[in-house]
């Protein structure tokens, strides 16, 4: 179940839950004065915490090594295709407002939104 | 000389499931914690599953060791008391882990990780006023060859007795699992990487137990085929029978694990395709049981789809069947899905027993799902009981023990008891069963 690197330009080491180590994918785009950090959960490559379960702490640590300011910041959540057969292991992604409660902290953004994201970025 | 330090070692109970058999094992986390401590602590394990748990006992210090979600609340409550008592108290264990951040709100010190080589230091550190709130080894495992014999002697054995008949004894040849399955935290507890204990250690540990039936309690066995190969075939010679999860689907791996003593295996039955049906009969095949595993509400699931799975079971020839209502354990990636989706409702841990749902299924109603659950243990066992089939599955791994001179007879000096209670003897009629 490895992650293809399409989903990433660099593996971002972090320190998860009770600080264990932990590995994530990470994209950094900017568009239109924003910054657009997506972080993509590596499965089996990561020996430490989920993404999602890092949640707030990983944004902070990104934002702290890139220097960025997290209030400028839009955090999506990758779910990579893993090409399973399972389905929950297809791929999502999930827009994150840590600002919100919980019921309404994640949206979930179509193929379609993340690409125009992506296109926004130039890519 | 170090003064003795006596330790109020407590697995905490917790509230069994309706409708079902219950059968209580000889846990496997405090012996194994224990086994990591200094001769110097004189360690008094109270099982509350099996024996009431006495405040009074005269002690120095407590330790908790949990394994289920359903026991992180009765552990907060045994904590509070002692505090009351002032005494200390410390915890560990899968559940204190998985539940950390509460837990460490309720006790003294929280041991996260493996405790080889490492559970010394915080009586050290206790002695001197200096104990730390958390012992953090999260992701830092010891080296699997530090993984010693548990310290078995701390069971009250007469008390996972039932009618005379002893229950298996928990063992574990492996830690860690490099597989990441949906519902499951073994890779973020024990690492994603398969660890197996060297083969002449679990042989030496194996021989010691004074038990002929143990349950192999690794996440699966099926993770390294050589290493699997050559643990068949060095434990064949103990003559041990045992329980184990799945098994390499292999020809010769199931042929060596029945060599082994391989008694049944714990199988997941997830669809109804012929590769299931295959699966199953091999094992048979070898003279190994299955105990079908169905994990239901699963979001591909509708309740048509449950109830297909359900009559399925019936064509496969399982010996016993297990559901389990899916139920998103912190740090797993169901957990992960369910909670970035809104549907988790129910954070009561009290209610995280896989038989209560706990979280808005996919394609179908939350009363629906719990519906299918009970449907599916009434429908399974509509025409012979739980306890009849294990008592079939017994009997066959009696008459193996019988064949190879390894069969103890039961201890008939417990034949009246079950877990350290009088059994009920009443015989149920219709007349006096309502």
Redesign the interface.
């Known amino acids: ?1 490895k992650v293809s690197p399409k989903y990433y330009d660099e593996q971002f080491p972090f320190l998860g ?5 932990s590995l994530c994918g990470l994209k950094i785009r900017e568009a239109d004065g924003r910054t657009y950090v997506i972080v993509t ?1 590596l ?2 490559e ?5 993404v ?2 890092a949640g707030e702490k990983l944004l902070q640590q990104i934002c702290d090594a890139k220097k960025l300011n997290p209030a400028a910041v839009t955090y999506i ?1 990758c ?1 990579p295709d893993t090409n399973s057969k ?3 292991y297809d791929e999502e992604y ?1 827009k994150v407002d840590f600002n919100a409660d ?5 949206r ?1 953004l179509e193929s379609e939104d993340v690409k125009k994201i992506l296109s926004q970025c130039g890519e | 000389m170090t003064e003795t330090i006596k330790m109020k070692l407590i697995y905490p109970r917790w509230k069994k499931l309706p409708g079902q058999t219950t059968f209580n094992l000889p846990p496997h986390g405090p012996v194994a914690y224990a086994a990591t401590l200094p001769e110097y602590v004189d360690i008094d394990f109270v099982d509350e599953n099996v024996e009431e748990l006495n405040f009074d006992d005269p002690c120095d210090i407590v330790a908790l060791s949990t394994m289920l979600s359903t026991q992180v609340k009765r552990a907060w409550e045994i904590a509070d008391e002692y505090h009351r008592r002032g005494k200390t108290v410390l915890a560990g264990g899968i559940s204190a882990m998985l539940h ?1 951040e509460e837990f460490v709100k309720h006790v003294d010190s929280l041991f ?1 990780g493996e405790s080889e080589g490492r559970s010394e230091q915080a009586l050290i550190d206790w002695k001197e006023g200096k104990l730390k709130k ?1 012992y ?1 080894f ?2 830092k495992q010891p080296p699997i060859e530090s993984v010693g014999p548990c310290r078995r002697d701390l069971y009250k054995r007469d008390l996972y007795n039932h009618k005379g008949v002893q229950m298996v004894d928990l063992f574990h040849a492996s830690r860690g699992c ?1 597989f ?1 399955c ?1 519902p499951c935290a073994v ?2 507890l024990g ?2 990487k398969f660890r197996p204990r060297p083969i002449d250690k679990v042989v030496e540990d194996m021989a010691a137990i004074d038990n002929n039936r143990l349950f192999i309690v690794d996440n699966s066995l099926a993770q390294d085929k050589e290493w699997e190969k050559e643990l068949f075939r060095a434990i064949a010679p103990l003559k041990k029978k045992w329980i184990s999860h799945t098994i390499e689907d292999d020809p010769e791996v199931l042929d060596l694990a029945a060599k082994a003593g391989a008694w049944y295996v714990y199988q997941a039955v997830y669809d109804t395709s012929d590769y299931i049906k295959e699966r199953v009969r091999r094992y048979h095949d070898n003279g190994i049981g299955v105990e079908g595993t169905i994990l239901l509400g ?3 699931q509708t309740v048509d789809d449950c109830k297909r799975l359900i009559d399925f079971l019936g064509e496969i020839d399982l010996d016993l069947a297990e559901f389990t209502i899916m139920t998103p354990f ?2 797993t ?5 369910y ?4 549907r988790i409702f129910d954070f009561d841990w009290d209610h995280y027993n896989a038989g209560q749902v706990v979280f808005k299924p996919a394609q179908m109603t939350p009363d629906e799902l719990q519906g299918v659950y009970e449907y599916a243990w009434q429908s399974f066992y509509a025409s012979e009981t739980q306890e009849s089939k294990m008592f079939r599955l017994f009997c066959n791994v009696a008459l193996r023990e019988m064949n190879e001179g390894t069969y103890r007879p039961r201890n008939r000096a417990l034949a009246n008891k079950s877990f350290g209670k009088e059994v009920d003897r009443t015989v149920k009629t219709h007349q006096n069963a309502f």
């Open positions: 179940m839950e009770w600080d264990m180590e959960e499965y089996q990561n020996p430490g915490t989920s999602t379960y959540e779910n399972l389905s929950f999930f919980q019921q309404h902290r994640y979930r | 950390a996260l958390v953090n999260m992701g490099r990441s949906y890779s973020y690492g994603r699963l979001d591909n912190p740090h990636k169901a957990y992960d899905d909670l970035r989706q809104g």
